[in-house]
T-cell receptor
Framework: EAGVVQSPRYKIIEKKQPVAFWCNPI?????LYWYLQNLGQGPELLIR????????DSQLPKDRFSAERLKGVDSTLKIQPAELGDSAVYLC????????????FGQGTRLTVV | QKEVEQDPGPLSVPEGAIVSLNCTYS??????FMWYRQYSRKGPELLMY????GNKEDGRFTAQVDKSSKYISLFIRDSQPSDSATYLC????????????FGSGTRLSIRP
């Protein structure tokens, strides 16, 4: 069974440019999460979806970050415009509904803003 | 104060040793406790989770939770070089909607 797939794996952009990350969760997983992981830190939740509904986006910086999960499967996280401080690893995870203790993570997208 | 605290390490032990990794937490609402392993440039991988206080064993790994002292431990028996990774502990409330709060991770190196 395929795991959580993220693309791209690496992205380098100049500040003020837009960037987008894509995530395909495990088949059948209704819950999808986007996390931010800074170097030497644990993941921090940005947004959680139950199907196509964003049920927790309290940590998402809405002035520059946006996310969508059309049709309740794939998801896209966008940053516009990117800032130097956005350099980090963006992780996508998925789980069965109501099983947040058994979330499966993708390999992440490492973003470098220069 | 972070809700989940871990010693960042690095912790270096010889192959075959018993490894003890520890976390403390401050949120009394935590009911579920998780351990993730993260290899370099990979996403976290769930090792095991426990509910409330007590022990849980899975192969060479044992997770232990003491809610009275807010202390979480992971023991690795017969450690292998392939166990070299960063280990993240995490806590979550009872509700499935509860946010998972991660520690910053402990880097572990097993010397052959």
């Amino acid at each position: 069974e395929a795991g959580v797939v993220q693309s791209p794996r690496y992205k380098i952009i100049e500040k003020k440019q837009p960037v987008a990350f894509w995530c395909n969760p495990i088949s059948g997983h209704n819950t999808l999460y986007w996390y931010l992981q800074n170097l030497g830190q644990g993941p921090e939740l940005l947004i959680r979806y139950e199907n196509e509904e964003a049920v927790d986006d309290s940590q998402l910086p809405k002035d520059r970050f946006s996310a969508e999960r059309l049709k309740g499967v794939d998801s896209t996280l966008k940053i516009q415009p990117a800032e130097l401080g956005d350099s980090a690893v963006y992780l996508c995870a998925s789980s069965l509904e109501g099983a947040n203790t058994e979330a499966f993570f993708g390999q992440g997208t490492r973003l470098t803003v220069v | 104060q972070k809700e989940v605290e871990q010693d960042p390490g690095p912790l270096s032990v010889p192959e075959g040793a018993i490894v003890s990794l520890n976390c403390t937490y401050s949120n009394s609402a935590f009911q579920y406790f998780m351990w993730y392993r993260q290899y370099s440039r990979k996403g976290p991988e769930l090792l095991m989770y426990t509910y409330s206080s007590g022990n849980k064993e899975d192969g060479r790994f044992t997770a232990q939770v003491d809610k009275s002292s807010k202390y979480i431990s992971l023991f690795i028996r017969d450690s292998q070089p392939s166990d070299s990774a960063t280990y993240l502990c995490a806590g979550s409330g009872y509700s499935s909607a509860s946010k998972i709060i991660f520690g910053s991770g402990t880097r572990l190196s097993i010397r052959p």
